[in-house]
């Protein structure tokens, strides 16, 4: 069970194109998402977190402009990167968390988007 | 200093071995504690989660929170090398806000 399934798996793309990437938890209900960035062999770098329809929170440096997410269902949120840059090539992965009364549920990640921009 | 510190490595051990690894914390207010494994190119995969202090196990996994001294560990047993990979430790505070807190990551790699 909680399976989060992210596509595509990789991008290839000009400067200057918008891509979406799709996260989908395809077992249970995601009532919060989050977008993940990693550098390569650093650490997880929390970009924002979505609630099912509300706007999302976005980490302090973050551009909400360059990054927008929308999160229109239990089991769906996408991040679109608008008008990307070669700075902005980076492996990108989300997570989502389902919610039970008086706990907190682990996050279960998908597989990442590898993002390049040429 | 960081709110969660966590050896890099990497940490070679021959397949066979009990492996250990650590994390520290400094905020008090973590009372969800995670282990993640992630191999090269993927998403990170939830292996250990625990609330608060105590002995989890699974398989050959075993997870130990111990609060008073704000230290987590994660324990392999007969260690495999399919179990080389970076483990990361993930901790999360009992609110509304479901962020998670990771370490930095440990490589591992298992030797056959």
């Known amino acids: 069970g909680a399976v989060v399934s992210q596509h595509p798996s990789r991008v290839i793309c000009k400067s200057g194109t918008s891509v979406k990437i799709e996260c989908r938890s395809l077992d249970f209900q995601a009532t919060t998402m989050f977008w993940y960035r990693q550098f390569p062999k650093q650490s997880l770098m929390l970009m924002a977190t979505s609630n099912e329809g509300s706007k999302a929170t976005y980490e302090q440096g973050v551009e909400k402009d360059k990054f927008l997410i929308n999160h229109a269902s239990l089991t769906l949120s996408t991040l679109t990167v608008t008008s990307a840059h070669p700075e902005d090539s980076s492996f990108y992965i989300c997570?989502?968390?389902?919610?039970?009364?008086?706990?907190?549920?682990?996050?279960?990640f998908g597989d990442g988007t590898r993002l390049s921009i040429l | 200093q960081k709110e969660v510190e966590q050896d890099p490595g990497p940490l070679s051990v021959p397949e066979g071995a009990i492996v250990s690894l650590n994390c520290t914390y400094s905020?008090?207010?973590?009372?969800?504690f995670m282990w993640y494994r992630q191999y090269s190119r993927k998403g990170p995969e939830l292996l250990m989660y625990?609330?608060?202090?105590g002995n989890k196990e699974d398989g050959r996994f075993t997870a130990q929170v111990d609060k008073s001294s704000k230290y987590i560990s994660l324990f392999i047993r007969d260690s495999q090398p399919s179990d080389s990979a970076t483990y990361l430790c993930a901790m999360m505070r009992m609110d509304s806000s479901y962020k998670l807190i990771f370490g930095s990551g440990t490589r591992l790699l298992v030797r056959p």
């Open positions: 997570s989502a968390s389902g919610r039970e009364r008086y706990s907190n549920q682990p996050q279960h």
């Open positions: 905020n008090s207010a973590f009372q969800y």
């Open positions: 625990t609330y608060s202090s």
